[in-house]
């Protein structure tokens, strides 16, 4: 991969949304870092008296975003920057997941054309590689989606997170969703953390982990429950669906021993 930032480009008719969310937290950090470079690309900039939407051709309703500014912004970049990977935001797109995320890591250049109104006219089309979505729901416009994107690409550079074994614990990345987590006080308003969590007994705290992403995968997403499961995992899996508690699993398999 190149030694360059990757380079997000976005074009949207509200480019401080973009600019006021990168000041913040991870993509802030990655852009500190020089493993990240986003520039929010105003529309208006590139259309004749800032004019970059109109009514569709056909009696439809609605305004529709028009062709000539997105293309001026995509020769701007290509000329300057590079060719870029091109994603514009559309309700029916390719559902953005971990994996995805992974892909886009690995590109150099990445240009996001947030929609708006009705949507971009169809010939703009022409240059995009993608169509991409936050889910089956519809917004206003793209920006959201484009700051998903940057945001979950950014922490995954290399050198960016302070802690990059957390990338490792992450839900979606692990085989199984992720676990409860706790910090002082020790007890407040009389819930209390584990005392597993406490014992400073390296292997239980692993097994209490384990246990508790294989339950949680159960319970909220079972449809993500591998099919490769291990011994150990097809063990503790066939134990929460028996019904029993981690205690009592934990002191069958010392009585076991």
Request: proline share 6%.
């Amino acid at each position: 991969m190149s030694s360059e930032p990757l380079s997000f480009f976005v074009l949207t008719i509200f480019p401080k949304i973009i600019e006021c969310y990168i000041e913040y937290g991870i993509v802030r950090q990655a852009i500190k870092k020089g493993k990240l470079s986003v520039r929010a690309i105003d529309l208006r900039s590139f259309a004749p008296k800032g004019q970059v939407d109109d009514v569709p051709y056909g009696g439809f309703p609605g305004m529709v975003l028009k062709p000539e500014p997105i293309f001026e912004a995509y020769d701007y970049i290509v000329e300057n920057y590079g060719k870029p990977y091109v994603l514009i935001t559309e309700p029916w797109g390719r559902v953005i997941n971990q994996e995805y995320l992974k892909e886009l890591s690995q590109k150099e250049r990445i240009m996001i054309i947030c929609g708006r109104y009705e949507g971009v006219d169809e010939r703009v089309k022409s240059i995009v590689d993608e169509e991409v979505s936050l889910g089956d729901f519809i917004l206003s416009g793209g920006e959201l989606v484009a700051l998903v994107l940057i945001d979950g690409v950014a922490r995954l550079l290399p050198g960016v997170l302070s802690e990059p074994r957390s990338l490792e614990e992450d839900s979606f990345s692990n085989r199984w969703l992720g676990y409860p987590v706790y910090t002082r006080p020790r007890e407040y308003r009389g819930m209390k953390v584990p005392e597993e969590l406490l014992s400073g007994n390296h292997k239980l705290i692993e097994l209490w982990q384990l246990w508790h992403r294989i339950e949680n995968t159960l319970k909220k997403r079972p449809d993500k429950v591998p099919k490769d499961l291990t011994e150990i995992e097809k063990d503790i899996l066939n134990s929460i669906l028996s019904g029993l508690s981690f205690k009592e699993w934990v002191k069958k398999r010392l009585n076991s021993l």
